[in-house]
């Protein structure tokens, strides 16, 4: 199976390219997740760039769309207070993912005082082709990148992203 990655325009774009990303922070307080850990917010990373997975037409060289899929993630954030609680959630999560191709959630990293921890098991941000996850890396790397010594809130740390903020209005 042959995977492009393809803009509105048919230009080849690049899916490591902050620019083709949004995010978006649904919630300020989804309320408690058990009772002892509290989701302070929910935030969907959308590309927006499809994957579009062809397949050869009847051995022609001509390839027909197979399916088409956009690649996104949540992460449920939680203070860091609450690491433990996520580490133990992660580790009964993996211990019962059927998902294939790592597309398994339970996966968490820490940024300032957040952790953020993808509970969304089968996500689509796998390219099936070689297995590579288009997501979880990629956004991750950019809350590396940024300085974590300052004190930030959920949204300011958002903000230093180098990624925009979606827009519905």
């Known amino acids: 199976m042959l995977f492009t990655f393809l803009a509105a325009k048919s230009q080849k774009v690049n899916p490591r390219d902050p620019n083709e990303w949004e995010y978006e922070l649904l919630s300020k307080n989804q309320g408690s997740i058990q009772d002892t850990s509290h989701t302070i917010g929910i935030v969907v ?72 921890m993808n509970l969304e098991d089968c996500y689509p941000c796998i390219v099936e082709k070689n297995a590579k996850d288009m997501c979880k890396p990629f956004i991750e790397s950019l809350f590396k990148k940024i300085d974590n010594k300052e004190n930030f809130d959920l949204k300011n740390l958002l903000t230093k992203l180098p990624i925009k903020e979606l827009n519905r209005k």
């Open 45 to 116: 990373f959308y590309s927006n760039f499809p994957i579009i997975e062809t397949v050869p037409d009847d051995g022609k060289t001509v390839l027909k769309r197979k399916s088409i899929h956009y690649p996104q993630i949540s992460f449920h954030v939680f203070n860091i207070q609450d690491l433990g609680f996520c580490q133990d959630i992660a580790r009964k999560i993996k211990d019962t993912s059927t998902c294939k191709d790592n597309q398994d959630a339970g996966d968490y990293f820490i940024a300032g005082k957040f952790v953020f």
